[in-house]
């Protein structure tokens, strides 16, 4: 920080433990720091501004750890101390040597002087504390002044230390601060920085406000809003804004509860439990705050939320479903990793134990799970209605609130030392811990409490009216509370979906209705059914799902995890799924064994379009579709090639279903408004004959459902909660069942069973329903399902045995010897036999017709739904397939016997139209209709004359971007055309052929691919990046053609440079080339031209260090010590040989006269939370003229003997005045140590208890008056501070401050920047660093 602005920039943040102690190096450039913790021994180093950071010295030995550091910046070493030892190495960690070593010392903090080191000792074996004093060039022994009190720091100052030079950051004109950092070679470079919260300008100089992350933040729930405490209070524990000040995130419609953040990312996690569907949301924390999104929907009765910051990964308790989940922080991969609680609520995970910890506030226990939901056991019984727990990672103990909010108690973490540490005045029922302060929420009102560990005290900082009666949550907002640590489930350690850690290693794991592959790290679906199932989407999970028809087994088809599927169709024949997703506006499909690989979009986003409901033809491949934003129904092949809306303005239609036996197709339209505009409509399949046959008593018809059968349709409304049949024709209308409380959306029936199946969004599941309205819904699925959307059932046909078809189903109708079959036939094989390929005469594959699989149940008849059984006897002839003989529908034998039995049944039908066969000799589309089947054409086609023909005059008309098509100026479908590319333009090698206009009107590829293309990716631009040259080679003046293919550049030595090569006395050409876009390699070399540095020429002076001696350059002076400028301020020029241009002979540097200070400092460390620390400052400053940089030179006072500095006439008359002020104030000392001492003695009778908990006791008000007590005379406003803790206080400009697990670089000129109760910090002088105004 600098001392002249209120600005405070953390520099290190990340990877810290335990920061202790600091040291700059202003003429480097450089920052050094201790850290030790549970995997860091070490010192690290870094630029200034905290970047270009590497460790330079790492221990492997834990017992002894590194604290104090500093630098001997006479011989550039880096002088430190852990403990029982005193080291020195080189400024990169090299050539470590051992001053001095004794088991019997405890060195915290060190400083350095000349060929002396100074040592604070804290004491040990009933020694006093001590500061020990060492020589760097022996390793004999030590001088040593002892101390009552507790010593902790120590810093040594001195002018030599702080030696002013010529710094890059005197001109940089820096907004707020400017750090000197490492530039070319030894040279420095200015880089102007601002603090936390703000960014540099576009100008590089000045500061402007940034989208700085929220941090060192409480943030607390309050129902229809969250709300931050700022952690940093003041010394009177009040926080800095109002409530309505810093409650950033409104919303009166909602009920925000349950909180949890990544620090890392930046996002605050919460739970809003007063929507249609509870959710858990994010937002960010950087910048200004913009609307949330949605991270999980559908959940029950969220009792608590967690983040993984390591695995990221997001842990919640559901209440009412008495599980715990686990997902990914987008809301990926979810699974059930606990089921069958009691009242899980509280949640916490420990992620650096593998582990995690949660309440059940019904048992009343604490449980404790490894992170993969394994070894669950209690870890804290018989508690009384506990309400939220917390980790406190600094103290590695769980703090919990008890007995209903009265009690704050904790354990370690084994559970055990159980203690209560608050007794509050009011019921709590949330808890946060950060550092030093344990925050908690009122139970009665939206109030915030603020205590010390300790417990002592608490304030209540926030105190106003609840808007719901709920408890609501409080978090901490800081990286202190998520420590950095390895994680093993880095990359997702090669899992598939999920990898969740445990104590020892990692676990992958699978989102629920999936399992491991034999690779224990890949997903693959639970079970894959082919027919006899349904298919329900639910977007909340981004999932489709199989499940068996006895409501047993879900498995999940694994879709990306991008999809948010609401609409779901399956097409037997080929096997696929499809699926459309409402916010990407698609229409995607894949395979049903659940490859993610074969996904593909068969209908891209379209504007104006919102597609809902889709249905498939299997016997035409066509697939129907509605759009509820366009308003019509539209028609696709499955591949998606050919597009037509079939019916338009059809306002806003929702669902839709098919029946191909009989042409029809049957779909709703929705109105809340205008309930005349709801409906239920039939119409051909080929769009004709469209007939209202519902039109009352409607609103939102979303489900509907057709039984071919009993010929009935069935429709569910969300509006007016009826579930309902009627006739196919709208007659016979009849109330099946009243619903309650609901959103019913998808519909579906099971032919041969008495049940109609339906999902609701207000509720989780499959419910279904008796068809003939007596008793009541049950549900499936509620503890999985969370939105599900669109259900269907599948019936189909079994598989096949035997043969070489791998047990798939028949596919019908099917080419054999070129003839079409829609049935199993016994031709050149004992068994009836099938082909499960469209095919069989290219591909081969078959299997046999079993009796148990080939038609698996039958309608009506007298077989009670038994399956045919094939073959069967009738009139003394075997029947190998359904027969319509003596009947109006296909029918069979249930036993092998008719003639004997004479139990039949309806065949199901078999899925063929006048359209199965050769597309029913249609070039497009065929279309079933109730007489047969009508041909159609892509919507940019016209049907011909002979009825199945289409055509268009469709021409291409996208133009080629940089590019043009040769010979094509109306291009029509068909039409090939080739094209050629602008200047500096290339032809794409993916695209090098002749083009073809297809029947959409786009261009596609002339070869076996038939690949659509993108016209703006023809053409590649031919350019070579930016040139980059050697040190001291320029370009000169502009290249030919600028960056592109064939420009020739010229280069040429830079001012202070010569050609090193005769080669090229007037420069160098080099070209961009055409084969690799790059420029040619340079070889040519310029090497500098130096003025070398005449020492002498300069009396009583020196060249600054910024000079570059480089020819035509100039370079600017500086005067030793005790010398300043001449007013004339000359520079020195180096000419284009290498010579210093002649300059007058004038005096440049004039003596002046300082008189030198001396002073010494001791701080002792407070034995009590109101004790402030004692200085003693000895100095004798006398004027100082003003010519040249004021100067003031301190020395030490050892043993109550001053060293005499400087050559003065009045010396020894300022040294008897030095030591009459040196003997006042050592007996002043002696009075105050023996006072210390008796206080001390009175409020600690053991003063090795004060050294932890001072640190973490004391509060903000007391440091506010440490930092009072300390004198600020020295020069530019140093203060020397002896902290009760670890670490020390020394600072001037700048201050590079350690706190817990960060670094900061900081002004001190208010009181607002104290260290935090619990924190560690240490402050050291950079002298040359400065701050702009």
Not at 390 to 403: A, C, G, K, P, S
Not at 427 to 448: D, E, P
Not at 660 to 678: L, W
Not at 885 to 895: E, K, L, M, N
Request: hydrophobic residues 30%; proline residues 4%.
């Amino acid at each position: 920080m600098a001392v002249d602005t209120k600005e405070t920039k953390t520099v290190v943040n990340t990877g810290l433990d335990r920061p202790v102690s600091i040291a700059v190096h202003p003429k480097k450039g450089k920052l050094f720091w201790s850290d030790y913790g549970p995997n860091n021994n070490r010192i690290e180093v870094s630029n200034l501004d905290g970047s270009n950071r590497t460790t330079i010295y790492h221990s492997t030995d834990a017992s002894y750890l590194i604290k104090g550091i500093t630098i001997d910046y006479e011989r550039d070493k880096l002088i430190f101390t852990n403990g029982i030892g005193l080291y020195k190495m080189d400024l990169d960690g090299s050539n470590v040597e051992l001053l001095y070593q004794n088991q019997m010392l405890e060195m915290y903090e060190v400083s350095a002087y000349k060929n002396l080191v100074f040592a604070t000792d804290k004491g040990m074996f009933g020694r006093r504390p001590r500061v020990l004093i060492f020589l760097t060039t022996t390793t004999s022994g030590y001088n040593s002044i002892s101390f009552r009190g507790s010593i902790y720091g120590i810093a040594f100052y001195h002018p030599s230390r702080q030696q002013t030079f010529a710094s890059p950051c005197d001109t940089a004109q820096c907004g707020q601060m400017c750090v000197a950092v490492p530039g070319n070679g030894t040279q420095l470079k200015a880089k102007c920085v601002c603090g936390d919260g703000k960014k540099l300008a576009a100008n590089g100089k000045n500061c402007e406000k940034s989208d700085h992350p929220i941090s060192q933040t409480f943030a607390y729930s309050a129902g229809d809003r969250i709300c931050l405490v700022n952690a940093q209070v003041d010394k009177s524990w009040k926080a800095p804004h109002k409530p309505d000040d810093i409650c950033w995130l409104r919303n009166t419609g909602a009920d925000f509860r349950h909180l949890a953040v990544d620090v890392y990312s930046h996002t605050l996690f919460f739970s809003d439990q007063d929507s249609i569907l509870p959710n858990i949301r994010k937002i960010s924390l950087v910048g200004k705050r913009k609307n949330s999104t949605v991270v999980l929907s559908g959940v029950a009765n969220v009792g608590g939320i967690a983040v993984d910051w390591v695995s990221d990964h997001l842990y919640w308790t559901d209440i009412k479903l008495k599980e715990i989940w686990v997902a990914n922080l987008d809301g990926t991969s979810q699974k059930i990793l606990l089921r069958n609680l009691t009242k899980p609520t509280s949640i916490a995970v420990n992620p650096p134990s593998g582990v995690m910890y949660w309440l059940d506030e019904t048992e009343g226990n604490m449980y404790q799970a490894n992170l993969d939901g394994t070894d669950k056991i209690v870890l804290v019984r018989n508690l009384s209605n506990p309400l939220d727990l917390v980790i406190d990672y600094m103290d590695d103990r769980i703090l919990y609130i008890n007995n209903n909010g009265s009690n704050v108690e904790w354990v370690n973490m084994l559970g055990r030392n159980k203690k209560k540490l608050i007794n509050p005045e009011q019921n709590v029922s949330n808890i946060a811990v950060y550092k030093g302060y344990i925050a908690l929420t009122l139970m009665s009102k939206t109030g915030v409490l603020l205590t010390n560990k300790g417990g002592t005290n608490p304030k209540l900082i926030i105190n106003e009216n609840k808007t719901k009666n709920y408890k609501y949550d409080i978090i901490a907002i800081d990286e202190a509370v998520q420590p950095v640590i390895a994680g093993v489930c880095n990359g997702n350690s090669g899992c598939q979906q999920i990898c969740l850690p445990k104590p020892s290693g990692y676990t992958c794991a699978c989102t629920d209705g999936m399992k491991l592959g034999t690779d224990k790290k890949s997903c693959v679906p639970e079970k894959v059914l082919y027919s006899d199932f349904f298919l329900v989407a639910d977007d909340y999970r981004h999932e489709i799902y199989q499940v068996d028809k006895d409501l047993k087994t879900i498995s999940a088809m694994g879709l990306p995890h991008e999809e948010n599927p609401i609409g779901v169709a399956y097409d037997p024949v080929e096997r696929r799924i499809y699926w459309t997703d409402y916010t990407l506006g698609t229409i995607k499909r894949m395979a049903i064994n659940g490859s993610i690989n074969k996904q593909e979009t068969v209908r891209p986003k379209t504007s104006n379009s919102r597609l809902d409901a889709i249905a498939i033809d299997p016997s035409s491949r066509i697939l129907y579709y509605t759009d509820m934003k366009a308003n019509n129904i539209g028609i696709m092949s499955l591949d998606g090639g050919l597009n037509k809306i079939l019916i338009a303005s059809v306002y806003n239609p929702r669902a839709i279903v098919l029946d191909p036996e009989n042409g029809n197709m049957y779909y709703t339209t929705r109105s809340k408004i205008d309930t005349k505009r709801a409906g239920i409509w039939r119409a051909n399949m080929d769009g004709t004959n469209v007939t209202k046959i519902v039109a009352q008593g409607l609103s939102y018809p979303n489900g509907l459902a057709i039984d071919t059968t009993e010929m009935k349709i069935y429709w569910i409304d969300s509006v007016t909660l009826r579930l309902e049949r009627a006739n196919l024709n709208g007659t016979g209308r009849q109330i099946i069942a009243y619903l309650t409380d609901a959103y019913a959306f998808g519909l579906t029936i099971v032919n041969h069973t008495n049940y109609v199946y339906y999902t609701d969004w207000n509720d989780r599941g499959i419910f279904y329903q008796p068809r003939n309205g007596n008793g009541t819904a049950m549900v499936f699925g509620a503890d999985v399902f969370s939105g599900l959307n669109e259900i269907k059932y599948y019936s189909g046909t079994h598989g096949t045995t035997g043969g070489n078809g791998a047990g798939l189903p028949c596919h019908f109708p099917y080419l054999y010897n070129d003839q079409n079959y829609t049935h199993c036939i016994t031709t050149n094989h004992h068994r009836a036999w099938c082909s499960v390929t469209h095919n069989y005469d290219t591909d081969g594959l078959w299997g046999n017709c079993d009796s148990k699989v080939n038609v698996s149940y039958t309608e009506g008849g007298n077989g009670n739904g038994k399956a045919c059984v094939f073959p069967f006897v009738y009139y003394g002839v075997n029947i190998t397939q359904c027969i319509s003989d003596a009947h109006i529908r296909p029918w069979c034998a249930v036993t092998n016997n008719y003639d004997t039995d004479a139990e039949w049944g309806n065949c199901p039908y078999d899925g063929t139209t006048k359209c199965s066969s050769n597309n029913g000799g249609c070039s497009e589309f065929c279309l079933a209709t109730p007489t047969g089947r009508t041909c159609a054409c892509n919507s940019i086609f016209q049907l011909k004359a002979d009825g199945v023909s289409c055509y268009n005059e469709t021409t291409c008309t996208q133009k080629i971007r940089s590019g043009s098509f040769s010979n094509c100026q109306h291009a029509t479908v068909d039409k090939r055309c080739g094209f050629t590319c602008d200047t500096h333009f290339k032809k794409n090698s993916l695209y090098d052929g002749e083009l073809a206009c297809s029947r959409s009107g786009r261009w596609y590829t002339d070869g076996p691919s038939n690949v659509y293309v993108d016209t703006d990716n023809l053409c590649l631009e031919q350019k070579c990046p930016k040139l980059t040259v050697r040190e001291g080679v320029q370009q000169s003046g502009n290249c030919t053609s600028g960056n592109y293919v064939g420009s020739q550049c010229l280069l040429k030595c830079a001012k202070g440079y010569i050609v090193s090569s005769h080669l090229y006395p007037n420069g160098e050409n080099i070209m961009c080339q055409s084969n690799n876009l790059n420029w040619q390699k340079s070889n040519m070399t310029c090497s500098p031209i130096y003025c070398k540095e005449n020492k002498s020429s300069i009396l009583n002076g020196h060249l600054r260090e910024d000079c570059t001696f480089l020819a035509e350059h100039e370079c600017q002076y500086q005067c030793d010590y005790g010398y300043g400028k001449n007013p004339l301020n000359l520079t020195f020029k180096c000419d284009k040989q290498g010579n210093w241009e002649p300059m007058a002979a004038v005096v440049l540097c004039s003596k002046i006269t300082t008189t030198q200070s001396t002073t010494t400092t001791t701080t002792t460390e407070p034995t009590t939370i109101s004790y402030k620390p004692t200085t003693v400052t000895t100095k004798v400053v006398t004027p100082i003229p003003t010519i040249g940089k004021p100067k003031t030179t301190e020395q030490p006072i050892v043993s109550g003997k001053t060293s005499a500095l400087g050559t003065q006439d009045d010396a020894k008359i300022n040294g008897l005045m030095g030591g009459l002020v040196t003997v006042v104030l050592l007996l002043a000392i002696v009075v105050a140590c023996i006072a210390f001492y008796m206080y001390r003695k009175r409020r600690m009778s053991d003063p090795s208890k004060y050294e932890r908990s001072s640190l973490r006791e004391s509060t903000r008000s007391d440091m506010g008056q440490q930092y009072k007590s300390n004198s600020i005379d020295s020069p530019k406003n140093s203060v020397a501070y002896s902290n009760s803790g670890e670490g020390n206080l020394a600072f001037d400009n700048p201050i590079y401050v350690t706190e817990e697990a960060k670094v900061n670089l900081q002004n001190d000129d208010n009181d607002n920047t104290k260290p935090q109760i619990g924190s560690q910090h240490e402050i050291v002088m950079d002298n040359n660093v400065t701050s702009g105004m």
